[in-house]
């Protein structure tokens, strides 16, 4: 079975800085791999997936994700964070077929 | 589109009492999703279902049943209210979570306490 960890509950970071959310995971077969975001009191919204080719995979917003399978890593990052991209972010990974297993979440706080 | 919609937003019950918590979708799609999120825990599925008729458990489903009887719809039922049943549920639907479509679309959660 599939498995996600985000190694951190919590990111602080001041506006225009750089930030990275850091998620691994574990599987024996090939996976696609997602970020979803949590807006305040809201359902969660996909953020970016990597599902095959190309292993950097951008969202429209400027957050990027790359795959490194040696690594079992899928790390997201932005080079410069505005207040309104505080919220929860949530690494996802499947198999391809209905089930997909959330890590615990990284609530990324940006202050001004 | 409303996309997925979710009903009660809020709502308190006491130990032993029983509620449904309600989700359409309105974008013809065949699966459907329960999940529920828990502080420091992330979602854990509860139920899903691949299409009318068609029901099965996911991760934590003790306490919980479902239906499916339309593409639209997809009740969560709880029987007998347990202080662990508090938490956020969150109802999600997609059209075919296959390779290449794997997007979920969740509804705005329902926020549960049992005391």
């Known amino acids: 079975a599939q498995s996600v960890t985000q190694l951190d509950s919590q990111v602080p970071v001041f506006e225009e800085a750089p930030v990275e959310l850091r998620c691994n995971y574990s599987?024996?077969?090939?996976?696609?791999l997602f970020w979803y975001v949590q807006y305040p009191n809201q359902g969660l919204q996909l953020l970016l997936k990597?599902?095959?080719?190309?292993?950097l995979v951008e969202s429209i917003n400027g957050f990027e994700a790359e795959f490194n399978k040696s690594q079992t890593s899928f790390h997201l990052r932005k080079p410069s964070v505005h207040i309104s991209d505080t919220a929860e972010y949530f690494c996802?990974?499947?198999?391809?077929?209905?089930?997909?297993?959330f890590g615990t979440g990284t609530r990324l706080l940006v202050s001004p | 589109n409303a996309g997925v919609t979710q009903t009660p937003k809020f709502r308190i019950l006491k130990i032993g009492q029983s509620m449904t918590l309600q989700c359409t979708q309105d974008m013809n799609h065949n699966y459907m999703y329960w999940y529920r999120q828990d502080p420091g825990m992330g979602l854990k599925l509860i139920y899903y279902?691949?299409?009318?008729?068609?029901?099965d458990k996911g991760e934590v489903p003790n306490g919980y049943n479902v239906s499916r009887s339309t593409t639209e719809d997809f009740p969560l039922r709880l029987e007998l209210a347990a202080p662990s049943q508090t938490s956020v549920y969150f109802c999600a639907s997609s059209y075919n979570p296959g390779r290449s479509n794997e997007k979920l679309f969740f509804g705005s959660g329902t926020q549960l306490s049992v005391l």
């Open positions: 599987s024996s077969v090939s996976v696609y």
């Open positions: 279902s691949v299409g009318a008729g068609i029901t």
């Open positions: 996802a990974v499947s198999t391809g077929f209905q089930k997909l297993v």
């Open positions: 990597y599902l095959s080719g190309s292993t």
